[in-house]
T-cell receptor
């Protein structure tokens, strides 16, 4: 149980284009999803917290207009990197926190999406 | 504010030997504590967690961790490592008061020698 998927697993795009990454909780409902960024050989940095049906809360230093987050249902959150540039290249990981069933205080992570901007 | 320190960036251990990964946290109240493992190019898998109760927590893959409030530590142990345990290990702290946000340590990379 508590499986989280991400799509795509990797994506290459040209500078200036936008990229959408999906995060789905497959077998539980997630009231809250989190988006992280991880640079090579570094730890995870929280970008934003996404609550179903409300606006995302961004961490300090994260541009909300560049990283658009939508959490339209209890099983899906999307991260759109707008006008991507090479410095946005990174590993993006989402996590989901369950609504019930013992998973309410635990985050379950997706497999990550490798974004490369040329 | 929450913070987590993993003092060891790399650890090399022989297969079959014991492993201990250190984690120290800073938080004003009783935190929720987690250990996650990440294989190269993959997401994070939850090994174990501590919320309350028994301070010795058993996890998956033969791992255990002990919460020591007096030392603000939550060290991860495994009695006998397998080659498949080679990975990056992250300790994390969270709390309901902080909206269940997780703060991660810098990670410890474990290399397993045959």
């Amino acid at each position: 149980g508590a499986v989280v998927s991400q799509h795509p697993s990797w994506v290459i795009c040209k500078s200036g284009t936008s990229v959408k990454i999906e995060c789905r909780s497959l077998d539980f409902q997630a009231t809250t999803m989190f988006w992280y960024r991880q640079f090579p050989k570094q730890s995870l940095m929280l970008m934003a917290t996404s609550n179903e049906g409300s606006k995302a809360t961004y961490e300090q230093g994260v541009e909300k207009d560049k990283f658009l987050i939508n959490h339209a249902s209890l099983t899906l959150s999307t991260l759109t990197v707008t006008s991507a540039h090479p410095e946005d290249s990174s590993f993006y990981i989402c996590s989901a926190r369950g609504l019930a069933g013992g998973a309410t205080d635990t985050q379950y992570f997706g497999p990550g999406t490798r974004l490369t901007v040329l | 504010a929450q913070s987590v320190t993993q003092p060891d960036i790399h650890i090399t251990v022989s297969e079959g030997a014991s492993l201990e990964l250190r984690c120290n946290y800073s938080y004003g109240a009783t935190p929720y504590l987690f250990w996650y493992v990440q294989s190269p190019g993959q997401g994070l898998q939850l090994l174990l967690k501590y919320f309350s109760g028994d301070t010795l927590v058993q996890g998956i893959k033969g791992f255990e961790a002990e919460f020591k409030r007096s030392q603000s530590s939550f060290n991860l142990r495994k009695p006998s490592v397998h080659w498949s345990d080679a990975a990056e290990y992250f300790c994390a702290v969270g709390a309901r008061a902080a909206g269940n946000k997780l703060t991660f340590g810098g990670g410890t990379r474990v290399l397993v020698k045959p």
